[in-house]
């Protein structure tokens, strides 16, 4: 399975967000991950989906919306509409999952789930059949520039192996901290979209550059994690 970047534009430069997310395209990612922060689920206000109506005629990219928000059922047909092409939802936010994974899919936009980083992988033994995507969280939500959450590489392992006893190839997502030191290491344990957001987006080079550095660091052979 080919291996697949994600800009997260958390750690664009919000003054400039179409400019940056077009960058992002030039430079050769895949998609684009819009990260959707209510202040309650997790401790940081970002953007709605006024934003993605505002990116989406700018950009050829899949839009990726990543809903850290309490609730997001009330928001799936909104953010279909502006023009996201993947919504992912938190199984912490959703008590009843099956059904808003089964509203997602009715909206005729890919599916995608997401666990925390404390949240078991049998949160979603139910549901493995219904999703395109699977994210698993290696920091905890909230804010760019964490660091990455070791302890997640086994999950990605477990999560692969879970999948592939299904015999369901739904590709792994991992999202926080992924740079070229980490990339290696997740793409070992099985995941195949990385979504970087301070890896891409920063001063120390060019958004050319850095989604070079992140391609360059998943093409060389490396120990596993
Ligand atoms: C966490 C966000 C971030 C973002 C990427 O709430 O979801 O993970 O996408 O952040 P970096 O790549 O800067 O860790």
Known sequence: MAIEIEASILAADFARLGEQARQAEAA???????????????????????????????LALPLDVHLMIVEPERYLAEFAAAGADRLVVHQETCPHLHRVL???????????????????LSALEEVLEMVDLIQVMTVNPGFGGQAFIFSQLDKIRRLRRMLDDRGLAVPIAVDGGIDPETAPLVVAAGATVLVAGSSIYNQRASVVENVAALRASIQRPRATG
Do not use: C, W
Not at 36 to 55: E, H, K, Q, S, Y
Not at 105 to 118: F, I, Q, S
């Open 28 to 58: 050769g990612v895949d998609a684009l991950q819009v990260d959707v922060m209510d202040g309650r689920f997790v401790p940081n206000i970002t953007f709605g989906a006024g934003v993605v109506r505002a990116l989406r005629p700018l």
């Open 102 to 120: 089964q509203s997602i899919r009715e909206l005729d936009v890919a599916v995608g789930v997401t666990l925390n980083p404390a949240t078991p």
